[in-house]
Structures are given as C-alpha cells and as structure tokens.
C-alpha cells in the first residue's frame, strides 16, 4: 500500500516532526558512523518493511553498546524513528497491538526529538484499537484489587512484617494540614509527617482498583517492570511487557510468592496520559520552591520489599490503592545502616 493511499483510507500515522527532521537527524547518524542504519532507514521511509525492522535493530544495538548514559542521543532518536516506521507498517495493515508495542519501546528507550510524534502515534492508534474492540463488548462484573469494607487486619500484617516493626515511634498523621503548616512543622525540620484527607477527590482512588478500567486504558501498552526480590539480588532483572500482562501476574502472585513482578520508579504518567489524568499533584509539592523532580509510579503485589535506601530528593508518597509499611531512619545515623561502597548502590543498604 503507498502512502498516499494509506492517507485517503485514514490508516496513516501522521508525523510531522519526523518529516522535517529526518535529513539532518539522518546526517548526524552518519557522522557517527551509521551509514548501515542511514540506508536501511531510507529504504524503510519509501515503504521497505523489512528494512524498518532491520534499522530498528542495529538502533537497538546501539543503545545497549555500554552504559545508558554514554549512548549518544543521535542514537536513541534514530531508535525513536526506525520505531516510528515500523508502527506506521503495523497500522496500515491493522495490526493496532503491535503498533502500540512498538510505539511504546520508541518512547521507553528513544530520545526526545520525535516524542510529541509518537504520543500523537499513540492516541491515533489508540482511538482506533478502541474503536474496534468496542464491537461486540460486552460489560462484565467488577474485579477488584481490593474489596471494598474489608476490615484491616493487624494480626495478618505483623506476621508479614519484620519482628517488632509496629513497636518504634510511629509517624505523626494530621487531616487538613495547611501548606504553610507543612512547610513549618515537616519540611524545614525534616520532620516526616502523614497527610490523612488530601487524596479524597482523586479519581484514582476507584479507578485504580478496577482491573477492568486499568485494562481498558491501558492494557496494551508496554511498560518496563522488575523481576526478583528486590535490585539488590544477583536474579533481579527487567522485562518490557504489556500492562495487561503485568495486572494479571499481581492478580496471581502474593506475598509468598518467589518471584514477585512490580512496577517501580517509571514516568507511567509521562508514557500513558489516561493514568496522569486521575493524579493530581498536591500543594505540598511546590514547598520546597523548586519545581517537581518526576512524577513516578509503583505497582506490586503484596509482599513487594523495596531495600532500605536514600533518595536524592525530598518524596511525597500517595498510596492509592492497597497499604504499604515504610520505614524511616534520621539522616543522622546514615553511616550505621551499612551503605553499600559501590558508586551505583551507595544509596542502599547492605543489611
């Protein structure tokens, strides 16, 4: 199928950026050696599938060459385009799936030139996936993360958790605390503090425990989780699969589980807007008077551990769904928790 008749059937993705940046985009590649990956990209702009598929790949190599932060960012945008032509591919023959998938990997490992392409790639292809699956759907009951009105149970938590973790100081919890309140009482004292009434009216809190709404917004589109116990052990990998896929593991595992699967640290709201949507940022965040840092999301089953570790920058927490145990040391006695020595995990804990 050309191009031009792709147009007039409404099955093109359209790419503006890509069009008018692609010869120097082009040109920068080869300066850096990629004159394979100019040719193949060429062939593929005037329709050759096999050689989209093949640009993408030697795109690929190039962005686990060595370290993520020395690739060159010429390379994670010839990812972004290769990945651009070949969903272009996938959507002229209805193939919406696979088009969203591809898609996804462009904005999960490309660079930020052609990213407003493939967001509008998305929610064309998106639109469409919809439009199709909406024939024959048929609405059926309910399933829930959570039941709602099941009481909370003490005795089962304190058997999960480590001895004595409900016996130290617990943290303060305060309703309706004002922004100047915070900013006086927690954030110049570092004192932490938890904030009882502030996400009522995010629609989040029962969107999110609708498996089906999750589904349905955002089922095929592909997200980066881990795999293991926690980072800090030798088994711990990441894999991209769909969201679809990442639900119905939570929905199998628990806390017994070997091999937990969890979503941790990813610009989720970033990648699927639908999500961003049922957040809203708090107040709180603008105490600091700097701008936010990132705007992350965790999803895991019960049981999930994250290591005894330090961020960077201060963290407001919203659990939305579910509860989560956190605790917390002064930075007072960093040097007694064990740091690792090791650039990569001197925020962590060996204990």
């Known amino acids: 199928m050309s191009t031009a008749t792709a147009e007039a059937d409404g099955n093109y993705l359209s790419t503006p950026t890509l069009d008018a940046e692609s010869s120097d985009l082009l040109q920068t590649i080869a300066s850096h050696g990629g004159y394979a990956y100019v040719r193949m990209s060429t062939l593929a702009a005037s329709g050759d599938f096999r050689a ?160 089906d709404y999750l589904k349905r917004v955002a089922g095929d589109r592909t997200v980066p989780v881990e795999v293991g116990k926690n980072y800090l052990c030798q088994e711990w990998k990441q894999e991209l699969i769909t969201f679809s896929e990442f639900l119905e593991k939570i929905q199998s595992n628990d806390c017994s589980s070997a091999v937990p699967t969890y979503l941790a640290q990813h610009q989720l709201f970033d990648q699927i807007d639908e999500l961003r949507k049922d957040v809203c940022i708090p107040d709180y ?20 551990v994250t290591p005894l570790h330090h961020d960077p920058h201060h963290n407001i927490l919203a659990q ?19 740091p690792y020595n090791e650039t990569m995990l001197c925020n962590s804990s060996q204990d």
């Not at 105490?287 to 999803?299: C, Q, T, V, Y």
């Not at 939305?320 to 064990?338: M, P, Q």
């Open 320 to 338: 939305v769904v579910g509860k989560k145990y956190v605790r917390l040391y002064a930075s007072s006695v960093s040097e007694e928790l064990y």
């Open 52 to 211: 989209a598929e093949t640009a993408r790949d030697m795109a690929w190599e190039q962005l686990h060459s060595g370290p993520w932060h020395s690739v060159l960012p010429a390379w994670r945008d010839a990812y972004s385009m290769a990945c651009l032509h070949v969903a272009k591919f996938h959507y002229r023959n209805g193939e919406f799936k696979e088009a969203l998938r591809v898609l996804d990997l462009g904005l999960i490992m490309g660079g930020v030139l052609l990213k407003k392409d493939l967001e509008s790639a998305v929610e064309t292809v998106t639109a469409k996936s919809r439009e199709k699956e909406s024939e024959g759907f048929e609405k059926g009951p309910k399933c829930k993360f959570v039941e709602e009105g099941v009481a909370f149970d003490k005795e089962e938590v304190v058997r999960v958790l480590p001895e004595r973790s409900l016996s130290s100081k617990i943290v303060v919890k305060k309703s309706g605390l004002s922004l100047e309140g915070f900013l006086r009482e927690h954030f110049l004292s570092g004192s932490p503090v938890i904030i009882s009434d502030c996400m009522a009216h995010w629609p989040a809190r029962t969107k999110w425990n609708d498996m």
């Open 285 to 304: 965040c603008c105490a600091g008077g700097g701008d936010l840092r990132s705007l992350n999301a965790w999803f895991g089953p019960s049981g999930t």
